[in-house]
């Protein structure tokens, strides 16, 4: 059998399962209440400036994720301040 090489990022995922507690009650229904807050369900159309798009766009880069999720996360942190 040929042996898996893992990343250093699938190392920490397989050492943190380790770490899972089950969650029952009223913890339960807090998770799955705060996921239902955060599902995606409507669709926004804006124009932007390209300049700030492209700013938008390096910054969601370094942080490694998606430039639409960097914006509506940025947009539910104006949102709930």
């Not at 960097?70 to 709930?80: A, C, G, M, N």
């Amino acid at each position: 059998m040929r042996k898996i090489k893992l990343t250093r990022e699938e190392m920490a995922i397989e050492q943190s399962l380790e770490e899972f507690v089950p969650v029952r009650g009223r913890e339960y229904e807090e998770i799955v209440a705060a996921i239902e807050q955060r599902k995606k369900d409507t669709v926004l159309n804006i124009r932007i400036n390209r300049y700030d798009l492209e700013n938008i766009k390096q910054k969601a880069k370094k942080l490694g994720i998606k430039y639409q999720t960097f914006i509506s996360e940025i947009l539910h942190k104006i949102v709930q301040a």
